[in-house]
């Protein structure tokens, strides 16, 4: 059964730094990558799919890659600022069969001003 | 605006009283599925839809129905709610099993 582990389950740094974000899997037969970011109280907005053919994905401060191989995907944030706040979720999504996704338990991040 | 919709978003109940929480889409989508989010447990997957009238078990399915009687909407139903199914509930949806995912604002169960 896929597993999903995301180390640190929390960071705090100083607004500015850039930061990586560590999520892993344990069955490289995904589908595809999807990071998500979740605020206190709310629902999950997705930030960067991958699909498993692919290396990395950017969408404006974020980069994530994949390296399904190992296992292993990071979200890169570049300049990090208060507003990015917030709990990051990975999950995969299996190459066969029809149910979605399997998460981590995700990195709180607080970034201080 | 394309979004997905969950009504109530908090709701307060009591053991055995049988409880409805919809969620509808917008965006045509086939796949739709429900979520619970526990502390320490993460999110983990109750009923998964693949189109109107086709609906199957995730991970975590005991106490809990679903129906897909229309595309957009995809209700939990919670025939007699115990006290371990306080939660926060998400839907989802997506264009196909394996496309991005859309998540609901969430829905704050309590059952005393």
């Known amino acids: 059964k896929q597993e999903v582990t995301q180390i640190p389950a929390a960071l705090s740094v100083p607004e500015g730094e850039n930061l990586v974000l560590n999520c892993s899997f344990t069955d490289s037969a995904i589908y595809n990558l999807q990071w998500f970011r979740q605020d206190p109280g709310k629902g999950l907005t997705s930030l960067l799919l991958?699909?498993?053919?692919?290396r990395e994905q950017t969408s404006g401060r974020l980069n994530a890659s994949l390296d399904k191989s190992s296992g292993r995907s990071t979200l890169y944030i570049a300049a990090s600022q208060p507003g990015d706040s917030a709990t990051y979720l990975c999950?995969?999504?299996?190459?066969?069969?029809?149910?979605?996704?399997?998460f981590g338990k995700g990195t709180m991040l607080l970034v201080s001003p | 605006e394309a979004q997905v919709t969950q009504n109530p978003r908090y709701l307060i109940t009591v053991t055995g009283k049988k409880l409805t929480v919809t969620c509808s889409q917008n965006m045509n989508h086939e796949y739709m599925s429900w979520y619970r989010q526990d502390p320490g447990l993460g999110l983990r997957q109750i009923y998964y839809?693949?189109?109107?009238?086709?609906?199957d078990k995730g991970d975590v399915p005991e106490g809990y129905k679903v129906s897909r009687k229309e595309k957009r909407n995809f209700p939990l139903i919670l025939e007699s709610p115990s006290p371990n199914q306080t939660s926060l509930y998400f839907c989802?949806?997506?264009?196909?099993?394996?496309?991005?995912?859309?998540f609901g604002p969430g829905t704050r169960l309590t059952v005393l």
């Open positions: 999950a995969v999504s299996p190459l066969s069969g029809y149910s979605t996704l399997t």
């Open positions: 991958i699909q498993s053919s692919q």
């Open positions: 839809s693949m189109n109107v009238e086709v609906t």
């Open positions: 989802a949806s997506s264009r196909e099993v394996r496309n991005e995912q859309f």
